[in-house]
């Protein structure tokens, strides 16, 4: 900063914790999550609102559907129909997200 004779260290205030988000290490509850990495790992894309989300991703991921229960999650390819789904409440540690192309969450 102008007039200061050390440089000042930005960062989080101390004693200030992250607080966790619906996605990190699991998924919450009413929450679809979708990571780029197996076992939830990864980047990540918290499916709350229904709405159609794209998936980034064509490689293995992971997905938790933890949504209220009974809740189907679709799955689309391509074209724009559905290629897998999901009922709440359910999850895959290991999932090949190359031939999805958008998840519709409710």
């Given at each position: 900063?102008?007039?200061?004779?050390s440089?000042?260290?930005?960062?989080?205030?101390?004693?200030?914790?992250?607080?966790?988000?619906?996605?990190?290490?699991?998924?919450?509850?009413?929450?679809?999550?979708?990571?780029?990495?197996?076992?939830?790992?990864?980047?990540?894309?918290?499916?709350?609102?229904?709405?159609?989300?794209?998936?980034?991703?064509?490689?293995p991921?992971?997905?938790?559907?933890?949504?209220?229960?009974?809740?189907?999650?679709?799955?689309l390819?391509?074209?724009?129909?559905?290629?897998?789904?999901?009922?709440?409440?359910?999850?895959?540690?290991?999932?090949?997200?190359?031939?999805?192309?958008?998840?519709?969450?409710?």
């Amino acid at each position: 900063m102008p007039d200061e004779t050390s440089p000042r260290e930005f960062g989080p205030s101390p004693g200030i914790a992250k607080i966790p988000g619906p996605c990190d290490g699991g998924t919450a509850y009413g929450h679809f999550c979708a990571y780029s990495g197996t076992f939830g790992s990864g980047s990540r894309i918290d499916l709350y609102r229904c709405d159609i989300y794209r998936i980034p991703w064509s490689s293995p991921g992971s997905w938790g559907n933890n949504q209220t229960n009974g809740t189907v999650a679709l799955f689309l390819g391509n074209s724009g129909l559905p290629i897998d789904a999901s009922r709440a409440p359910s999850g895959n540690h290991v999932y090949d997200w190359t031939p999805v192309h958008d998840v519709i969450d409710c």
